[in-house]
């Protein structure tokens, strides 16, 4: 199911960008975009099947986005995981579905499509492929606890077409048994974040000897409780005061 989540994402992308799509559009009024009926046609007809066969809709799935935002932030809904895949546009302008309901004209939301990789102004021009090593995931399979559900989590990288550079998620699956004595399993849980490098000021990594290695540090900032300094911050904290006082 894992390797299905993999192959459905670029094979959405290629459909939209081999039927002449292009850049999406900047917002519901802008009228240049490059979204075209028929390229959002084959990227629905890929994506549409592709979502159904995948997830458990149209019951709930707890389906987390990695670059959905409140009050969105959550995609439970069919509709709702269309929308992150195909982007505000496209969705709009096939097929009869909206997200949130009622957003015919994208003036209530509006998104881009991450399975068209097509944001405007960045030389997207799709995703090619999408790469996981099944042994580097963790699993709880096979044990009582779990013997309802199964879980998955582990590292996805997602391939631009445009330069070939990797884009990284951390993802987390729990498959439930396919409805109606289909075969296989359904995600009833997708849950995603990007992953963050050892180099990034949010990562809480200080030093490490495994690869990649990270030295430690051998030299420190010192905090600065000098007389000099906290005359300073008096100032600014008065000055502060005087200003609001002024409004």
Same mark, same amino acid.
């Given at each position: 199911?894992?390797?299905?989540?993999?192959?459905?994402?670029?094979?959405v992308s290629?459909?939209?960008?081999?039927?002449?799509?292009?850049e999406?559009?900047?917002?519901?009024?802008?009228?240049d975009?490059?979204?075209?009926?028929?390229?959002?046609?084959?990227?629905?007809?890929?994506?549409?099947?592709?979502?159904?066969?995948?997830?458990?809709y149209?019951?709930?799935?707890?389906?987390?986005?990695?670059?959905?935002?409140e009050?969105?932030?959550?995609?439970?809904?069919?509709?709702g995981?269309?929308?992150?895949?195909?982007?505000?546009?496209?969705?709009?302008?096939?097929?009869?579905?909206?997200?949130?309901?009622?957003?015919?004209?994208?003036?209530?939301?509006?998104e881009?499509?991450?399975?068209?990789?097509?944001?405007p102004?960045?030389?997207?021009?799709?995703?090619?492929?999408?790469?996981?090593?099944?042994?580097?995931?963790?699993?709880n399979?096979?044990d009582s606890?779990?013997?309802?559900?199964?879980?998955?989590?582990?590292?996805m990288c997602?391939?631009?077409?445009?330069?070939?550079s990797?884009?990284?998620?951390?993802?987390t699956? %729990? *498959?439930?048994?396919?409805?109606?004595?289909?075969?296989?399993? #359904?995600? /009833? +849980?997708?849950?995603?974040s990007? !992953? &963050?490098?050892?180099?990034?000021?949010?990562?809480?990594?200080?030093?490490?000897?495994?690869a990649?290695?990270?030295e430690?540090?051998? %030299? *420190?900032?010192?905090?600065?409780?000098?007389?000099?300094?906290? #005359?300073? /911050? +008096?100032?600014?904290v008065f000055? !502060? &005061?005087?200003?609001?006082?002024?409004?």
């Amino acid at each position: 199911r894992i390797q299905s989540f993999a192959d459905g994402v670029p094979a959405v992308s290629k459909a939209y960008w081999d039927a002449g799509g292009g850049e999406a559009s900047q917002g519901p009024h802008h009228e240049d975009g490059g979204e075209t009926v028929e390229a959002c046609k084959a990227a629905y007809d890929i994506a549409l099947p592709y979502i159904e066969a995948a997830y458990g809709y149209p019951k709930q799935v707890l389906f987390d986005p990695t670059l959905t935002s409140e009050p969105y932030r959550f995609r439970p809904t069919m509709n709702g995981a269309l929308s992150y895949f195909m982007g505000t546009k496209c969705l709009n302008l096939v097929g009869d579905l909206q997200f949130p309901e009622g957003n015919n004209d994208g003036t209530e939301f509006f998104e881009y499509g991450f399975g068209l990789r097509n944001k405007p102004n960045t030389g997207q021009t799709g995703w090619c492929d999408v790469t996981w090593e099944s042994d580097k995931f963790y699993y709880n399979v096979d044990d009582s606890e779990f013997c309802h559900t199964a879980v998955a989590l582990g590292q996805m990288c997602f391939i631009n077409c445009s330069d070939n550079s990797p884009a990284c998620v951390d993802k987390t699956f %729990t *498959f439930n048994a396919a409805p109606n004595d289909a075969d296989g399993v #359904v995600f /009833m +849980g997708h849950h995603s974040s990007l !992953s &963050i490098g050892y180099e990034s000021s949010s990562t809480s990594l200080i030093c490490q000897t495994a690869a990649p290695a990270k030295e430690c540090p051998k %030299t *420190f900032d010192e905090k600065n409780d000098s007389p000099e300094s906290t #005359v300073s /911050m +008096g100032v600014m904290v008065f000055a !502060s &005061i005087v200003t609001l006082l002024a409004l």
